[in-house]
């Protein structure tokens, strides 16, 4: 049977600030959603007309799970982009803070008055006057996730730039095996009498100490995408000692 297919890039966010970042949005978003369905619901049942400020707030807190649901997706099967979650982050987070400002609109005289008898007049009253303080502080902390999410985002898009980009390992056209052995034969460094030279075909020996030289010489810079030509590193002996005599 056939292995599922891993994802091979690693997540570039840190799993506890990621995860319990998200899981408060989470808990916000369903308390605001629940809260609104709850007055939705009743409001259609007694025939009043829904506000719209209930209308934005409720397509947000709809809209923020259905994208904290796709991107727990992405990041377990796939990679979450920290560009593209950092975009949908910043738009919930506008919408998150016009919908605030809406319900602190509307609701500045529930929210400064205590639910009493006195106030409410009821039991019903009474909860509805809660339910109204309690939507109102679910929906800050929802926007102050948002925040927070947006912030992480940027600071792991940050360090992912610093970084740079990843790239799995492979083969490259560059690594010369004879380059890789020389180097752990010691060639490049000290000559092993009892290994032969890496760079020599099987049979072949050395015709001299230069040859031999030579060939350490080409192994070095051909590694280093340079080669040198050959009267750089080859002398003759016979004629240096000619021309020292001169």
Not at 131 to 151: P, Q
Not at 195 to 220: I, K, T
Not at 229 to 239: F, K, N, R, S
Request: glycine share 6%; charged share 15%.
């Amino acid at each position: 049977m056939a292995r599922p297919k891993m994802r091979s890039q690693p997540s570039p966010y840190p799993i506890l600030p990621f995860h319990a970042l998200r899981a408060c949005f989470l808990v916000c978003s369903l308390v605001v959603a629940a809260i609104l369905s709850y007055f939705v619901y009743h409001l259609k049942q007694d025939n009043f007309k829904i506000p719209w400020t209930f209308l934005v707030l409720f397509g947000v807190a709809l809209l923020s799970l259905l994208n904290l649901f796709l991107t727990l997706v992405l990041h377990l099967f796939r990679v979450l982009s920290p560009l593209f979650n950092l975009v949908f982050n910043i738009f919930l987070l506008l919408l998150w803070v016009v919908g605030l400002s809406l319900l602190g609109w509307n609701m500045s005289g529930t929210l400064s008055h205590v639910c009493n008898s006195a106030n409410w007049g009821s039991a019903v009253g009474i909860m509805i006057c809660r339910l109204y303080k309690t939507l109102f502080s679910f929906t800050l902390f929802s926007t102050l996730s948002a925040i927070a999410l947006v912030v992480l985002d940027l600071k792991v898009r940050k360090d992912q730039n610093s970084l740079g980009k990843y790239n799995q390992m492979r083969d490259s056209a560059y690594d010369l095996k004879p380059t890789s052995q020389a180097f752990s034969t010691g060639a490049l460094g000290g000559h092993h009498e009892d290994r032969p030279e890496p760079w020599l075909r099987a049979g072949q020996e050395p015709a001299d100490y230069n040859s031999r030289n030579v060939s350490r010489e080409r192994v070095r810079s051909e590694h280093f995408g340079y080669t040198s030509p050959l009267e750089q590193t080859h002398y003759d002996a016979g004629d240096y000692t000619a021309r020292d005599r001169h």
